[in-house]
C-alpha cells in the first residue's frame, strides 16, 4: 500500500501518523520527494482502513498496490476454477445457459418451460419463488410452493435448479436447491454474504445495479473467506442515464473479472436489457467476448405469447438463440 | 394507469389484453387515436405489474398516474409526520441534529463525544456498533459491546442513540435502542423492511447508492404497510461519475420528498462528501434548504485529531457548525 | 403526442391550455378520467416545445408517440443505409474495420502502421490530426501536417481516411478527408452538425460520454436536416461510476441503433475500455451483436510497443483479432 | 507526478521508461519496494500523458501530486477573484443575481422580465437568443433580432446581460454582450474556449452534464491561458440515474471549487432541478453553502403564468426568493 503525502504535513503529524501505522504491524518506507512524501506499507496491510486513511487532511492519497481480495484473486489461483452447479460443471471451459421464467407460476408453466428449455440445450432451470419487488403491493412469488414446483419440474427433466435467496430465515427451505442467487439488491448484505460462507451451496452472486466489479469481486470473498469456494459471477446490467434500456450491460464486465479472478462469469441479457428483442444480440455478444454462461428468460404463457414480446423469449426464440450461441462459441474457440 | 398501445397492436391482441386486464378487476377505457390507443385503467391498480405491461410488444408505455405509494404520500396525509425518536420529536417544524463518531471504539471515545455534541446542542447521539464493511477483512464494529457503550453514553448524557441494525436476526440486540438506521445497501432489503414494519421502533431509512426517490418511499411503504409509522428519511449521497466527492449529495431530495411524503427528511453530509471540510458548508445548505435534521460525524480520537481532517468533524468544529445552523433556519423561517 | 392532466387543472386553465395548443396547429382530442385527463395531440408536433408543455404545473406528462426523429429513422426507410466511405461501403451487410494510431506522429509511424493493419485486412486507416484534450498544456495532434501525412499514407495504401474535425474553421483542410469524424465532445455542438449537414462528406458521429441514444439519433437528424445522409454512428463507451475501465462500453447501443434507424452502427472499443488487453474480447462482441464496423486502435511506436500495453494493440495483436472477428461475423451470419 | 510499476516489469523495460520519461525533462527518483517499485517524477510534468502512462501494461497507477490547473488554482492565487461582469463585481465577498427568461421571445417580454427583477434586485439580465436544442425542428432562438432585444433591455433598465455564445463565427454579434455564456454541452469545445481565451470578454463557463469538476477547471484553465482572465464558473447539474429532477444539482461543487480555485462561482437551480417548485429551496441552499452568484429563470409570458409552473418564476416568485436568499446570506456571514 503506498500512501501519498501532502507537503503541508508538519514533521509532527507525519511521525505520529506513521507510529499509528506501526502500531498496525506494518512497516513504512519513507520517500521523500520534493513536492511530496510517499509511505510505501509492508506487511499485512489488508487490516489498515483504507477509507479512514485517505480521509485524513495530511494525506493526499492511498493506492492498494495488492488487490485487496484474496481468495478469489487470479494471481493466486492461475487455473479457472470449475464450479459445481448441481453436478453441471461451469467455468474452465464448461459453458452453460440457465432457462427458465422470471417467476414460478404454475406447475403447467414451470413444468412446460423446463421442457421446452431442455430441448433447445439448456443445463440449468431458473424460476423465481421469493421475488424482489420496489412495491409491497406487488405479488411476491409463491415462495415454499414455488420451490415445491421447482422440485417437481427437476425431478421430470433432470435440469439443476437456480432460485433467489432473499433472506437467510428462509434458508432451510433451500436445502435441496442447486445454486442459490443472491440478487443485486442483496449484493451488499454482507451478513447474508458471510452466512452463506459457511455453507457448501454454489451460490450464483449478481452484481449490484451500482456496484464496481471491485466490489463484486469483495463480495465474493466474504462468501469464500468463511470457506464456500462454490461461487459463479453474475454480471445483470448497472443503472446509467440511458433509458432506452432498463440497465446497461456491461459486457466488458467479463474479461475484466476474468483478468482479476477465476471464477466463472455469467451473463444475464434479459434483465439488463429489459427487451426481449435485444436478448439474442446480447446473448451471443457475451457468449462471445467469453462468459462462461448465460441466464435467459423464457416464458410460455399466454399473456407473453399474445404479443410476442417482453423482455423473456418464447421457447422457439430461445432455440434460435441457442444454435447462434453455440456457432458463435465454435468460432471464437476455433 | 394509462396505457399507450402502438398502432402494429391488432384488434385480437388489444381484445386479449383487454380482457386480461379486466380479469384484474380494472376497468379499462378506450380511446382511439389515428396513430394511438390508449387505455385508462381505473379502479385498484396497485396489484397490475407494471413492469410486464411495459414489456409487452404490443405496448407503447405504462403511465401511473397515481403514485405507487400510499402510507408515505402527503396526498393522503396532507400535514408533516412528527416522528419520535427516543421521545425527541423530529419533522413538522421540530429540527433534530443527530451527531456521534463513525464507529464505537471505546467508552471514553464515545461519551466524551456524547458529552462534546450535546454540549453543542446535538439531540440525538449516533455510532456504529454494526459496520458494512466492503472487505470481510476489515474491522466490522464492537458488536453487542458497542451496544453496551452507547446505552452508557444514552445513560450520561440523556441523548436518545442512532444506530445501524444489519441483520434482522441480531434484532433482539436492538429492544433498547431509539431509532434503528437500515443503511444504504439494505435499501431494498426488502424483507427486512417488512420485518422492522411489524415493529414500533422508529426507523432511519437511508436512500440506497443507486436508488431513485420514488425508490426510497416505496422502502418507506414497505415499513408503513406492515403497520409501523415510525420512518424518518435520509438522503446521504449518490454514487455519480464524479470523484471529487465519495458520492454526490442530492440536497433536491428534500424539497422533492417534502412534496411526495409528509415523512421527515434528514441529511447526512458527513457520507455524502467524505471530507470534513466540505461537511459544514452542505450541513447549512441542507438546513437552509428545509431539512428536518442533519446526521453529522464528529470525532475525538488521536488519529483523527492530529489531522484535523477527515470526513469527522472535531468537537470544536461541529460546535462552531451548529451556531451557522441556527442563524440559518431562523433566516429561512422568517 | 399524449399529454396527460393533473386532475387539479381548473377548467379554465385546460381552456387555455387546449387554445394554446390549437394556435400551434395541431389538434387536441379530449378523454376523460375521473383521475386525469388525457389531451391526444394530431397533427406535426414537431414544432411543440415538450419540456415546456412538461415543466408546466398542470400537465402530468408528455409522451411523445411518434420518435422525434425523420431522417434517421427506421420506420420512413426501412432497409439499411448504406454508406460510402471514400468509395468503401458500410452498412447493410457491409462489415468495415478501421484501424490506426491515435494520433499521426511521423510518416514512418502512420505509413508503418497503415501498411500493417491493411495486410490484416482493415479497410480504413484512422489517426488524429486534431486532437481534443482535456489540458489546454497537453500536445495537440500536428494539425495540418498531420492531415498531409495521412494521405501520404493514403496515397501508399489505397486505405481512405477517417480523422476528426473540432471546429468548422478548419474545414477547408478537410476537403479530401474520406471520412470526417465528429468526436464525443461535438455530439451536440449543434452549429457544427448543421454545417456539417450542407457538405457531402461522409460523417463518423460518436456518441457523447453522458448521452442517450435518442440524443445520439436527434445530433444524427441535425446533419441529415441538412442534406447530408452519410452519416455512420459510433458507440464509444458511455460515463459511469465503474472506474476500471475508462468508460463503459454500451453494446445494447449496436440492436437498440439497428432497431431505431438504417445507419450504420459501428463500435469503438478501445476508447471505451482503455486497456488493450481488453480490445479483442469486445471487439468480437461487437461484431457478434451485429455492429458494421469497428474502430481498432493500433500502434507500432517503441513506448508502446516496449510495454505491449495501452489501449493500443500491436500490430500482431491486430492481426489475430481481425482472424476471430471474421470467424464470428460468419458464425452469426451463417 | 508518481508512478507506480507493477512487481512483473522486467529491468529492461523499466530502463526503458525511465529514459523515455528523462527524455522528456523530467527527473525520475526511483523508490523500490518488495512489490512495486515507485517513479517520483520532478519537473515540468505537464507534458507528460498521463492516459499514455497509464496505459502501459508495465505501470499499475500514475498519480498526479500537483493539480494540472495553474491559472484557475488557488495554490497560486490565494485570494478570491473579483471578476467584472459588465461593470457589476462577482466574487470575493461580491454576490450576484442574474435572472431572466429562458429565451428572448419579444420586446415586451424581455423589458419587462428585466424591469421586475430589477425591481426585485437582480444585477444582472439573462436570456437565450441562441438555444441549443436536441432537436433541429424546435424553436432556435431569435439570433441577432434576440441580441437587439437583450441591447434595449439593458438599455431601460441599466442591466448587464448575459447571453450564451454557441458557435465563434458569431461572435462580433456579441462584441456589446456583456457576460457572454458557454454552455454546458461547449463546456469541452476546446477551440471556442482557446478562441474565447484570446478576447478579453467575461465568460460564464457552465458545467457540462457529465464533467467532473477537475475537467470544469481544465476549460477554465484553457480560457485563462490564453490570458482571459474574466471567468465565472457554473454549476447546472450533472447527469444521473434519478428521473424526478431534470439533472441533479451537484451543490458540492460550490465549497469544492472555492478549495482548489479562486475564480466564482454561481449556480444554477431552474436547469439542474426542471421545476419551479424546486428552485426557492436550491437558489436558498446555493446561497448558504457560499455560491457568489445565482442564475434564476423569470417569466411574465401567459402560458407560464397560466399554469404558475414550470422550471421558471414567476416575478412574485422570485421577489419572494430573494428576500429569502438575502436574509440566508447575511446568516451565513455573521
Redesign the interface.
Known amino acids: 500500500m503506498?500512501t501519498?503525502l501532502k507537503s503541508t504535513a508538519t514533521p509532527e503529524?507525519r511521525e505520529?501518523?506513521i507510529r499509528?501505522l506501526e502500531s498496525q504491524n506494518v512497516q513504512v518506507?519513507i520517500?521523500e520527494?520534493?513536492?511530496?512524501t510517499?509511505l510505501?506499507l509492508?506487511g499485512d496491510t489488508?487490516?489498515i482502513?483504507i477509507?479512514?486513511l485517505e480521509?485524513?487532511?495530511?494525506?493526499?492519497?492511498v493506492?492498494r498496490?495488492?488487490e485487496?481480495?484474496k481468495k478469489v484473486n487470479r494471481k493466486f489461483h492461475p487455473d479457472d476454477s470449475v464450479i459445481s452447479a448441481g453436478g453441471v460443471p461451469i467455468g474452465g471451459g464448461h459453458f452453460q445457459v440457465i432457462a427458465g421464467p422470471c417467476s414460478v407460476e404454475t406447475r403447467e408453466q414451470i413444468i412446460g418451460v423446463a421442457e421446452a428449455v431442455k430441448a433447445s440445450g439448456a443445463t440449468l432451470l431458473r424460476g423465481g419463488a421469493f421475488k424482489?419487488?420496489?412495491?409491497?403491493?406487488?405479488?411476491q412469488g409463491l415462495h415454499a410452493e414455488g420451490l415445491e414446483l421447482l422440485r417437481e419440474a427437476r425431478a421430470q427433466t433432470g435440469l439443476p435448479i437456480v432460485t433467489e435467496l432473499?433472506?437467510?430465515?428462509d434458508f432451510d427451505l433451500f436445502a435441496d436447491v442447486d445454486v442459490i442467487q443472491v440478487g443485486a439488491?442483496?449484493m451488499?448484505?454482507?451478513?447474508?454474504?458471510?452466512e452463506l460462507g459457511r455453507t457448501d451451496k454454489t451460490i450464483l452472486l449478481k452484481r449490484?445495479?451500482?456496484n464496481?466489479?471491485?466490489?463484486l469481486l469483495?463480495s465474493a470473498?466474504?462468501i469464500m473467506?468463511g470457506g464456500n469456494e462454490n461461487v459463479i459471477l453474475c454480471e445483470r446490467g448497472?443503472?446509467?442515464?440511458?433509458?432506452?434500456?432498463r440497465n446497461?450491460?456491461?459486457?466488458?464486465a467479463?474479461?475484466?473479472l476474468h483478468?482479476l479472478s477465476h471464477l466463472p462469469v455469467v451473463v444475464d441479457p434479459s434483465h439488463?436489457?429489459?427487451?426481449?428483442?435485444?436478448v439474442p444480440?446480447?446473448a451471443?455478444?457475451?457468449?462471445?467476448?467469453?462468459a462462461d454462461g448465460l441466464m435467459i428468460e423464457v416464458h410460455n404463457d399466454?399473456?407473453?405469447a399474445?404479443?410476442?414480446?417482453?423482455?423473456?423469449l418464447t421457447p422457439a426464440q430461445f432455440d434460435a438463440l441457442m444454435g447462434?450461441v453455440r456457432?458463435?462459441r465454435?468460432?471464437?474457440l476455433?
Open positions: 503506498i501519498v503529524q505520529h501518523l499509528w518506507h520517500s520527494g520534493s513536492e511530496y510517499v510505501g509492508v489488508g487490516h482502513d477509507e479512514l480521509s485524513l487532511d495530511m494525506v493526499d492519497s493506492k498496490v495488492s485487496p481480495f424482489p419487488r420496489t412495491s409491497p403491493y406487488a405479488f432473499m433472506n437467510m430465515r439488491r442483496n451488499q448484505n454482507f451478513d447474508m454474504l458471510r449490484g445495479l451500482a464496481t466489479l471491485q466490489e469483495m470473498e466474504y473467506a448497472i443503472r446509467t442515464f440511458e433509458t432506452y434500456t446497461t450491460l456491461d459486457l466488458s467479463v474479461p475484466v483478468e439488463a436489457t429489459g427487451h426481449a428483442s435485444l444480440s446480447m451471443v455478444a457475451a457468449a462471445a467476448c467469453g399466454p399473456i407473453h399474445l404479443c410476442d414480446g417482453a423482455q423473456s447462434q456457432r458463435v465454435e468460432a471464437v476455433s
